[in-house]
């Protein structure tokens, strides 16, 4: 290689070293990390790779909040790929560290300058020599939430600091036309269609903002398609293969073919805490707080809209209260930076009301998965079909060259948003995990992407995989019933990865699936999938009850996320997605209007269901845990309930069941 | 206005209608009470007043006047947080945690008033409070390894 080249590659190497490891005064590390802690433990895990690879004790390792103004660009901390990335480049820096000391002949990392010739091959430390990862550590920074402590974005205080309201319709799609005076003591801000009240005092801010939209006229011209799912496969723009593998010999040996349409409803991100910002423009930069899961990709965003250079913003990541995907806590801060400029210097806090947040966060899309299959005449699946309409998946900022944010499309003169889009796969976005991971010889999968969107949509928990896992997974128990097979075995019967059948005979036995007693009004069921296809392997057995209400009593998950960072932290997140599956399948679907926990209820303690999990552990590369239980739970209930609705007295099925589902195929022994 | 707030009197400036909430988290810097809905629906805001958990979001701060508000900040005593707050962190029993101030001050009321609540009872006493994450068997098992303590 050309030397002089050389030479600044390692000098960007060393910075990127020292960008990313700090060896603090006080005997401390502090890491910065460009993925930022969404309340899934991320920062423990990171600082359990460090102390690891640097053969430092944990106490002494201090993951940085994330800021743009010190922290590697490592894009959006999601898709369960922040252990399998961010740990990874992680990992390699502390490596390439504990190599450099080796080499100076220094005593400890205090002592060592960083400079430019950094050992390109360094080796990692072998997963079997491992004494912090691998080990359940109790969260870092879980102590300070538990006893109150300032913790979330929405505690800091900034000096002069004025509380906002934005002023919304309560639907999103309505525009604002007229305002009236703002009252005694408050102060209204306002770019187009895109105003805000502000105060000294957050009380009057609130009662302000109330009484403001109360008489403040809007027009109400859009509407929601009575019928969402008609109107999607009404709407497609674009048609593409996915994946096909034609194989008429096999199709030809079909003699029974089922057909079966799944749906999966706007579903919300509903985090406890409503989004939250804050933002300062005095003089230069202007500076934003927020809890996005990007902090470049927002200050992109932020750059575009207020046609400011990108060296002119920081935005400085702080927690907020689970996110669960991109609710909105990047349209916040857009808002709070344009109020922010509106402000005359002073610093502005804004809080998103509930109301706020179920009307305007980027919902969960609306899909509809229509399956096709044909059964030989040994039961095995000799052809499969399966068609998905839905808006795209992603609506980050940062993506494109038009801004996605909300109050991009409400100044005077608008900006153009651009629409929602889904990544290429093997991530995907509503095309993630359409594709089966079962060999089935005759395929093909086909995505209708539809560009209109009757409401905006953008990121939800496992995106795609939710809808299309759902489906397949149901129709894998339809299938089950007409070729008269367990559903357990016609699954293993095209299931050849090792790892996916390993899940699936954990759960079985772990589930006591085979000791399963019929009983009227009670069910039991399936599900099984690799998250994204090269994901985390996840299987789920659900218990329930359908009678005078639908419950669903116990979930047994059976995972493999190859090497579990912190194991805890692993059954942790995988006990709280099967919850929230279990809420997202029983109880949710938004509607317009939906703007209270009373229209849109989630999930009680009452009503949790025992969940128990298996983590089937090996020393393959780390995957994340986040998102691959959420398909296999919904399914594994909804085929549960439809086992449930085959005994006399239960008829009440699921609201997401096929319509064509579970009515009278199946047997009542 | 005064208000005695986890055992210390202070003189507010707040409006009698403020909601409480704002009243704690602005003018006295306690910010370990959240701002969930606003509305009573969600528990995130849950103090104790007399010893009673109730929603600080909707509840007028003169409404508390000569009363005994306690919060999750003031559930430590003599620098060790409660029986409660103890488990909740041996459990592991949160992830994001934004709903635990208000789930902690509902717990530690219900083990005030019964030192032994069964599984049915605890889940009970917290069904006002959403939890998100998903954490809810973590926070039942947590309360009663505090109730035995
Ligand atoms: S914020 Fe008070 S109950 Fe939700
Ligand atoms: S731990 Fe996040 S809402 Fe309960």
Known sequence: MNKSLDSHLALADARRLTQRVHFERDGTVTIASGKVDLGQGISTALAQI?????????????????????????????????????????????????????????????????????????????????????????RLELPAKIAGEPSYVHDIVLPGMVHARVLRPPRPYARLVSLPAAPAGTEIVRDGSFAAVLAAREEDAIEAA?????????????????????????????NKVTKENADPVAKARGVKRLQAEYRKPFICHASI???????????????????????????????????????????????????????????????????????????????????????????????????????????????????????????????????????????????????????????????RNAIPGYEFPDLLVMHHYVREAPVAGSSLRSLGAFGNVYGIESFMDELALAANVDPVDLRLRHLKDPRGRAVIDAVVRESRWANWKRMEGKGHGIAYARYKNIG????????????????????????????????????????????????????????????????????????????????????????????????????????????????????????WCSPKRGSSTRSTS | MNLTVNGTAHAVAAKPDTPLLYVLRNELGLVGSRYGCGSGLCGACYVLIDGRPMASC????????????????????????????????????????????GIAVSA?????????????????????????????????????RAAHE
Request: hydrophobic share 40%.
């Open chain 1, 273 to 431: 805490g409503p989004s939250c910002a804050l933002a300062r423009m005095e003089g230069e930069p202007l500076e934003v707080w927020s809890h996005t899961q990007g902090i470049f990709g927002l200050r992109q965003e932020l750059a575009m809209v207020l046609r400011l250079p990108e060296e002119r913003i920081v935005v400085h990541h702080a927690e907020g209260a689970g996110c669960y995907g991109h609710n909105g806590a990047d349209d916040v801060a857009l808002d709070a930076a344009l109020i922010a400029r509106m402000a005359k210097g002073r610093a502005v806090r804004l809080q998103w009301t509930r109301e706020d947040e179920f009307a305007w966060e980027p919902y969960g899309p609306a899909m509809v998965v229509a399956l096709d299959a044909q059964l030989d005449a040994q039961g095995n699946i000799v052809s499969w079909r399966h068609d998905l309409w839905s808006n795209g998946h992603t609506h980050r900022p940062g993506r494109a060259s038009k801004p996605v944010l909300i109050a991009a499309g409400e100044l005077a003169p608008p900006f153009e948003r651009a629409p929602a889009i889904d990544p290429p796969l093997p991530a995907g976005g509503a095309q």
């Open chain 1, 50 to 138: 460090a102390a690891e690879e640097l053969g430092v004790p944990l106490e002494k390792v201090c993951i940085l909040p994330a800021s743009t103004a010190y922290s590697p660009d490592e894009g959006v901390t999601s898709g369960s790929l922040s252990i399998q990335d961010g740990g990874k480049g992680l990992r390699k820096a502390c490596a390439e560290l504990r190599e450099l000391l080796k080499r100076s002949g220094k005593r400890s990392y205090w002592e060592l300058e960083v400079a430019g010739d950094i050992p390109a091959e360094a080796p990692e430390k072998p997963p079997a020599e491992y004494r912090l990862v691998g080990k359940s550590v109790p």
């Open chain 1, 536 to 655: 985390g392997y996840c299987a789920v057995v659900a218990e329930v009850e359908a009678t005078h209400e639908l419950r669903v009593r116990r979930l047994v998950a059976a995972v493999d996320v190859g090497l579990p960072v912190n194991p805890d932290g692993v059954a942790n997140q995988v006990e709280g997605g099967c919850v929230q599956a279990t809420s997202w399948a029983l109880k949710e679907a938004w509607r317009p209007g939906a703007l209270t926990w009373e229209e849109y209820p989630i999930l009680k303690f009452s009503e949790a269901p025992a969940v128990e999990v298996h983590i089937v552990r090996n020393e393959l590369p780390s995957l994340g845990a986040g998102e691959c239980m959420m398909g296999p739970t919904v399914a594994a209930i909804a085929n549960a309930l439809c086992d449930a609705a085959s005994t006399r007295s239960a008829r009440r099925r699921c609201a």
């Open chain 2, 58 to 101: 909707d509840l007028p701060v003169s409404f508390a006047v000569g009363k005994q508000i306690t919060t999750v900040e003031g559930l430590a005593a003599k620098g060790e947080l409660h029986a409660v707050q103890r488990a909740l962190i041996a459990e592991q029993a949160a992830q994001c945690g934004y709903c635990m101030s």
């Open chain 1, 210 to 238: 109330k009484k403001l939209r109360a008489k403040a006229v809007w027009t109400d011209d859009a509407r929601m398609p009575e019928d969402i799912y008609g109107w999607l496969k009404g709407h497609a723009t674009e």
């Open chain 2, 108 to 144: 530690a009321a219900l083990l005030a008033a019964n030192k032994r609540p069964t599984e049915a009872q605890v889940r009970a006493a917290l069904d006002k409070h959403l939890c998100r994450c998903g954490s809810h068997n973590r926070v039942v098992k947590a309360v009663l």
